[in-house]
């Protein structure tokens, strides 16, 4: 009879161990996704600062005679290169702060892009052209992995909450990451606009 009852104790025990491997894997699989996710929201966010040298050093060489929106600008891209986070230690304060600096950057863009339609050089340097098609480009990359990332993060954190999965993400401290949030700056993208002429 001990023997019996040691029995299906162990195989209980076998079960929630097997059971609980596998949730463990599942929670791993789903942060790293989050990670991943995080890590190219941050090379688009990157790609955009690498272009703003470029797009300034253009809207100088039209004659334009801005120097307050330059300095924003180059101020705006010094701060967002300063605030940097780790993806695997996400929270909602340095998530913000991140935000916030992107957000500044964002604004400081559109107000040079606003400038560079005082000066119709502009719109005919197909270097100045190419420059602000690229920003188009990575801004909607902003947006679309910043969704994506929202997505996973969605997934994963109803994952680690979810009876009785939330005993092993206790257990391992698996924790909520933050969210992506629509603050004043989201909720005006930078408007880039060519100046191109409706047929």
């Known amino acids: ?44 966010y990157q790609r955009r ?5 470029n797009l300034v050093e253009a809207v100088k060489a039209a004659g334009a005679r801005e120097s307050k929106t330059f300095t924003q600008v180059i101020e705006a891209r010094a701060k967002a290169t300063q605030v940097t986070i780790d993806a695997s230690n996400l929270t909602e304060e340095n998530l913000a702060a991140y935000q916030k600096a992107q957000g500044e950057l964002g604004m400081a863009l559109s107000r040079l892009m606003a400038v560079s339609e005082s ?3 502009l719109k005919t340097n197909q270097n100045f052209l190419n420059l602000q098609d690229e920003l188009t480009g990575t801004e909607n990359r902003i947006l679309v992995t ?13 994952n680690i909450r979810l009876f009785p999965k939330n005993l092993i993400a ?4 698996f924790k909520a ?23």
């Open 146 to 158: 910043r969704t994506e990332y929202n997505s996973a993060a969605q997934e994963y954190n109803t």
């Open 1 to 44: 009879m001990k023997t019996k009852f040691l029995s299906i104790i162990f195989a209980v025990a076998t079960v929630f161990s097997l059971s609980s491997c596998g949730t463990y894997n599942e929670m791993v699989t789903q942060e790293e996704n989050v990670n991943a996710k995080f890590s190219e929201i941050d090379n688009q």
């Open 119 to 121: 000066y119709p050089d």
């Open 49 to 53: 600062s690498d272009l703003v040298p």
């Open 170 to 173: 206790m257990i391992f401290s």
């Open 177 to 199: 990451k933050p969210y992506f949030q629509a603050d004043e700056e989201a909720k005006h993208a930078p408007k880039v606009d060519f100046g191109y002429e409706e047929d």
